[in-house]
């Protein structure tokens, strides 16, 4: 793998991205970081060209949702070995092409490995776009990060910790989550899903709800081992996190004329929300309430959001989703989350964000619930005014890109 080329081979050709993104799969949120940050890039600087470097887990499901949405998206997997040589040939080919590498949006640095090999053994530049730090998924990332040309922090305690623990590069600021891009549609399977259960468009509120830690354990197939210290707090906390979203729901059923969908953002989420919500509702509430039993892709999940009403509950990124797609949002957090969900304080929706290791915050969310389905319009003003500042740091930042490889 050799250095950087000439400046005038790259003012002769389009610029090289590879773009490390792509975590996992299990997570409706996680796989739209990749979609996201690809709608930015074609959207701002349309003349460069991205190859995806995901993580060995992407499926070929999701690599197909994500390439009808981006057709000439090229997918390379694996590593760079500790001897410069990369895993296949098909990584050794992109990393050789690239002028530069993106790492994605994530709760941490999450593939630091990845791009410490690249940049020692290419010498070439690497950026950061909206990631978390400081959390207990966070490394030592410090000299790695004061190498970056940039680094986008999604939540403003983030960049504050960085910055206190001495995170140095030319540009750090906040932006949010490349998920807020995210604009994957399977509206076919939405319309379907939606007329099978009877839901009306604008007729119902999105909720999610969660644990908190997710018991990847769990999943069939997943190679993850049973954490006995992280279930115990899950079933420790887990009546105390969903009482308030049940009051939510019985007080929307039952002073208007909305319905609810329980649907998931992970795979472990379908069997929580039946046991947790729908289980322990009253019956004159439940005949309301649809519970989504089956998992579903980004695609049809935003396809069904943005022809809801709206989104509440203790998930980030459909709530991310839904507000980048201009549909209101409520957030429902704790500490297991790390500081990603400060992100709605940072853009101007922080009312609508309640921490639930608060007692009071969990007292304030059904009233918040029901305001927002009983005054749609206003709800979806505040919306646009946080999509619009959105926008605006989205503009911003991918200029920042466009200049840094542009030189």
């Not at 053994?121 to 400081?134: A, L």
């Not at 099978?196 to 993850?224: D, M, Q, V």
């Not at 105390?240 to 953002?265: F, G, M, N, Q, W």
């Given at each position: 793998?050799?250095?950087?080329?000439?400046?005038?081979?790259?003012?002769?050709?389009?610029?090289?991205?590879?773009?490390?993104?792509?975590?996992?799969?299990?997570?409706?949120?996680?796989?739209?970081?990749t979609?996201?940050?690809?709608?930015?890039?074609?959207?701002?600087?349309?003349?460069?060209?991205?190859?995806?470097?995901?993580?060995?887990?992407?499926?070929?499901?999701?690599?197909?949702?994500?390439?009808?949405?981006?057709?000439?998206?090229?997918?390379?997997?694996?590593?760079?070995?500790?001897?410069?040589?990369?895993?296949?040939?098909?990584?050794?080919?992109?990393?050789?092409?690239?002028?530069?590498?993106?790492?994605?949006?994530?709760?941490?640095?999450?593939a630091?490995?990845?791009?410490?090999?690249?940049?020692?053994?290419?010498?070439?530049?690497?950026?950061?776009?909206?990631?978390?730090?400081?959390?207990?998924?966070?490394?030592?990332?410090?000299?790695?990060?004061s190498k970056?040309?940039f680094?986008?922090?999604?939540?403003?305690?983030?960049?504050?910790?960085a910055?206190?623990?001495g995170?140095?590069?030319?540009?750090?600021?906040?932006?949010?989550?490349?998920?807020?891009?995210?604009?994957?549609?399977?509206?076919?399977?939405?319309?379907?899903?939606?007329k099978?259960?009877?839901?009306?468009?604008?007729?119902?509120?999105?909720?999610?709800?969660?644990?908190?830690?997710?018991?990847?354990?769990?999943?069939?197939?997943?190679?993850?081992?049973?954490?006995?210290?992280?279930?115990?707090?899950?079933?420790?906390m887990?009546?105390?996190?969903?009482?308030?979203?049940?009051?939510?729901?019985?007080?929307?059923?039952?002073?208007?004329?909305?319905?609810?969908?329980?649907?998931?953002?992970?795979?472990?989420?379908?069997?929580?929300?039946?046991e947790?919500?729908?289980?322990?509702?009253?019956?004159?509430?439940?005949?309301?309430?649809?519970?989504?039993?089956?998992?579903?892709?980004?695609?049809?999940?935003?396809?069904?959001?943005?022809?809801?009403?709206?989104?509440?509950?203790?998930?980030?990124?459909?709530?991310?989703?839904?507000v980048?797609?201009g549909?209101p949002?409520?957030?429902?957090?704790?500490?297991?989350?790390?500081?990603?969900?400060?992100?709605?304080?940072?853009?101007?929706?922080?009312?609508?964000?309640?921490?639930?290791?608060?007692?009071?915050?969990c007292?304030?969310?059904?009233?918040?619930v029901?305001?927002?389905?009983?005054?749609?319009?206003?709800?979806?003003?505040?919306?646009q005014?946080?999509?619009?500042?959105?926008?605006?740091?989205?503009?911003?930042?991918?200029?920042?890109?466009?200049?840094?490889?542009?030189?």
């Open positions: 793998m050799t250095g950087s080329r000439c400046l005038s081979a790259q003012e002769a050709r389009a610029p090289h991205i590879l773009l490390r993104s792509s975590w996992q799969v299990v997570n409706i949120g996680d796989i739209a970081h979609p996201g940050v690809l709608a930015l890039i074609e959207k701002y600087i349309p003349e460069a060209e991205v190859i995806l470097w995901a993580s060995d887990d992407l499926s070929a499901e999701v690599a197909a949702m994500e390439n009808h949405r981006f057709p000439k998206l090229k997918i390379v997997k694996c590593t760079i070995k500790a001897d410069d040589s990369a895993s296949n040939p098909q990584l050794a080919e992109a990393v050789a092409w690239s002028d530069f590498l993106l790492h994605g949006s994530g709760p941490s640095l999450v630091a490995k990845d791009v410490a090999a690249y940049v020692k053994h290419t010498g070439k530049h690497f950026g950061v776009y909206g990631i978390t730090h400081g959390s207990f998924l966070s490394g030592d990332d410090k000299s790695l990060l970056a040309q680094v986008y922090f999604r939540d403003s305690v983030s960049l504050a910790r910055k206190e623990e995170v140095s590069c030319p540009v750090m600021e906040f932006t949010p989550d490349g998920a807020f891009a995210c604009d994957l549609r399977d509206d076919a399977k939405a319309a379907e899903f939606l099978a259960n009877h839901l009306e468009e604008g007729k119902f509120l999105c909720c999610l709800s969660r644990l908190r830690y997710t018991p990847y354990w769990s999943i069939p197939g997943s190679k993850r081992p049973y954490d006995e210290k992280r279930h115990a707090r899950n079933e420790a887990k009546e105390h996190d969903h009482a308030p979203i049940r009051e939510a729901i019985v007080s929307v059923i039952r002073a208007t004329d909305l319905k609810i969908l329980l649907c998931p953002e992970d795979m472990t989420q379908m069997a929580v929300g039946k947790m919500l729908f289980d322990k509702l009253p019956d004159d509430v439940k005949s309301r309430v649809v519970w989504k039993e089956k998992f579903w892709l980004t695609d049809m999940a935003l396809s069904v959001y943005v022809r809801s009403a709206g989104l509440f509950g203790s998930e980030m990124h459909s709530p991310i989703m839904a980048g797609n549909i949002a409520i957030v429902c957090r704790f500490e297991e989350q790390t500081s990603k969900g400060i992100m709605w304080h940072d853009i101007g929706l922080g009312d609508w964000l309640f921490d639930f290791d608060n007692e009071d915050d007292s304030k969310l059904p009233a918040a029901l305001a927002l389905a009983k005054d749609p319009i206003t709800a979806r003003e505040r919306t005014k946080a999509r619009e500042f959105v926008t605006q740091r989205q503009s911003e930042t991918m200029r920042t890109l466009k200049n840094v490889i542009s030189r």
